[in-house]
């Protein structure tokens, strides 16, 4: 059964930085995207930042683009997300999503609230 667990969400004042972290278990095949997505109250959940096969290039939302940054660490099977200079729009819950090779299905993490202070 496939997991992924996330940390590293809080709250902040604007203009700080956090780090989120998701590891992933219970998978055999390749992962061929893993990423994270956001939500806000009332709002539908949206990209954020993916990492996709096999380029393995970063693909930002344009409101992070140059202030977040997402990595992998294949041998942890983990994908992080540094959130620099944060705005109180950024506040949402951050969930984590990761797709295998040749599984139809779509692998979300419980979510992980970050709310931004002004």
């Known amino acids: 059964q496939v997991q992924l667990v996330e940390s590293g969400g809080g709250l902040v004042q604007s203009g700080e930085s956090l780090r989120l972290s998701c590891t992933a278990s219970?998978?055999?095949?390749?992962?061929?995207?893993i990423g994270w997505y956001r939500q806000a109250p009332g709002n539908p959940r949206e990209l954020v930042a993916l990492i996709t096969e096999p380029s393995n290039i970063p693909n930002y939302a344009d409101s992070v683009r140059g202030r977040f940054a997402i990595s992998r660490d294949n041998a942890k099977k983990s994908v992080y997300l540094e959130m620099n200079s944060l705005k109180p729009e950024d506040t949402a819950v951050y969930y984590c999503?990761?797709?295998?090779?040749?599984?139809?299905?779509?692998?979300w993490g419980q979510g992980t609230q970050v709310t931004v202070s002004a």
């Open positions: 219970g998978f055999l095949a390749g992962i061929d995207a």
């Open positions: 999503y990761a797709h295998f090779y040749g599984d139809p299905s779509m692998y």
